[in-house]
Nanobody, 121 residues
Framework: QVQLVESGGGLAQAGGSLRLSCAASERSFSYYVMGWFRHTPGNEREFVARITWTGATFYADSVKGRFTISGDGAKNTVYLQMNSLKPEDTANYYC???????????????WGQGTQVTVSS
């Protein structure tokens, strides 16, 4: 059982930056694909970015060039650096772990509790 704990959410102005962190309890998290999703009320969870244990990354078009996902194996932590934030980035952001990866929330087996990001215009 992998436990994931997100942190780093908060309030930012449009054009600003935030960095989210996701600490994993499992020492072997490097065998998982780690992803970030976001959710707003009334909508499905939206894929944001993912990183494989080899360091390969993939981004949703809506965040490409603005967000960067990275991992620190020694700390069992995955990060999401969010730059050039827009009001439409406002959402509850979730970290997730998957054995197979993908861009669907159904591909992910373990989830954190979420951290709120609010971007003001």
């Amino acid at each position: 059982q992998v436990q994931l704990v997100e942190s780093g959410g908060g309030l930012a102005q449009a054009g600003g930056s935030l960095r989210l962190s996701c600490a994993a309890s499992e020492r072997s998290f490097s065998y998982y694909v780690m992803g970030w999703f976001r959710h707003t009320p009334g909508n499905e969870r939206e894929f944001v970015a993912r990183i494989t244990w080899t360091g390969a990354t993939f981004y949703a078009d809506s965040v490409k060039g603005r967000f960067t996902i990275s991992g620190d194996g020694a700390k069992n932590t995955v990060y999401l650096q969010m730059n050039s934030l827009k009001p439409e980035d406002t959402a509850n952001y979730y970290c997730a772990a998957s054995l197979i990866g993908g861009t669907s929330s159904q591909d992910y087996d373990y989830w954190g509790q979420g951290t709120q990001v609010t971007v003001s215009s």
